[in-house]
């Protein structure tokens, strides 16, 4: 059976994208050239421009792919109604972890990506509305805690925040080498004392 258009097309995308992921691993954004993408992909810089029309267009959408394959996983997670949310927060932290490690290439072009929001306000934007949407999904997963009974009253946007805050940070300390750790466990560890800061207190009175 002959491939169709859109097949063929989502293949060069995905062979673009994929190249030029490696190149920026490799060498950063600001340094990596649309030649050096199209010598990794084995196609043209011509080819290339009809895909994307520039450098920043192609890391947008590398991103996008990234954050659009780790939002799905995470949805799959928080929709199991039988999983404790203790679960769930941990799921959430493996993922994090399962991402590094299986494709360690992310985590150079993840904090460039997150560089370039200083000077450029369409990376920005985009990157906000990315965290907002995580930090609505992870406050409602701790709403949803809260209402049943397995977390004390506490403001669910500002534990959003830091759980986000502390999966970012994994990904920097990871980057950098500090120490030898086990990711896996070290997210478990953060989880546990999350949720042991988040369990019901004899006594206290809702906020």
Known sequence: M???KTDVADERRQQIQEAALRCFARKGYDRTTMDDIAQES???KGAIYWYFKSKRDLSIAIFMDIMQGSEEG???VLADP???VREKLRLVGRATVEMMEQDPALVPVMLDFWATTIHDEQTEELMRQVYETYMAMIGDLVQ???ERGEFRPVNAAHVSAFVMAGLDGLMMVKHLGVGE???SATVDTFVDVLVDGLRPRTGEEPT
Do not use: K, N, R
Request: proline share 11%; glycine share 12%.
């Open 74 to 76: 995470m949805a799959e």
């Open 42 to 44: 084995g196609l043209s």
């Open 181 to 183: 750790f086990d990711w």
């Open 144 to 146: 949803a805690g809260i």
């Open 82 to 84: 039988a999983l404790p």
């Open 2 to 4: 002959t491939p169709s």
